[in-house]
């Protein structure tokens, strides 16, 4: 699957609107061209828009093709309205549930990896407490099988996660 040897892109939307996040396409813009860039988010909004809704925390693995064998679709990400303002802790809790539901849903559907990119730390959260939430949510599928892989855009961001990871007991390679 594109730069990285994983069977599934984990995806992470707001439900509401099963729209990938920002860092979704971040994270696969170095594996395609500046020209393929386009068809690539159009891709992706059109395989992942055919989910609307899903529920906060839910996840669903669809099946695609060749280049992104699967992709893990989760509701990683609040849904803000007008006038919805929401904590850290709250953030930090859907991402929490969201990785931890697409874990599941991977191993169900009996992917042996998933990749995914750094979630909720463009706008929502700081890097640690992005890096928190989700090492917590691998913490909690700890006798999952899937393999995660997960991808940085910058070395101070592996740094934190390694560091974070190491400090409450995964197992974590770091792998340039």
């Known amino acids: 699957m594109g730069l990285v040897d994983a069977e599934g892109l984990v995806v992470a939307v707001d439900g509401a609107l099963c729209l990938p996040s920002g860092a979704t396409y971040s994270a696969v813009r170095g594996a395609f061209s500046a020209d393929e860039e386009a068809d690539v988010r159009e891709f992706f909004e059109e395989k992942v828009l055919e989910l609307k809704p899903l529920r906060s925390g839910e996840a669903r693995v669809i099946e695609v093709d060749e280049k992104w064998r699967y992709l893990v679709v989760t509701a990683a990400l609040l849904h803000s309205t007008a006038g919805s303002v929401y904590g850290s802790d709250q953030h930090q809790a859907a991402i929490q549930r969201g990785i931890t539901s697409a874990v599941r849903a991977a191993g169900q559907a009996g ?33 999952s099988s899937v393999v995660v892989r997960w991808c940085f855009l910058s070395a101070e961001d592996a740094a934190v996660a390694l560091a974070e990871a190491r400090r409450i007991g995964l197992r974590a390679v770091l792998s340039t």
């Open 111 to 143: 992917l042996a990896s998933i990749s995914m990119s750094l979630i909720g730390a463009a706008a929502r959260l700081t890097v640690p407490q992005a890096v928190s939430a989700t090492c917590q949510a691998i913490a909690t599928c700890g006798a």
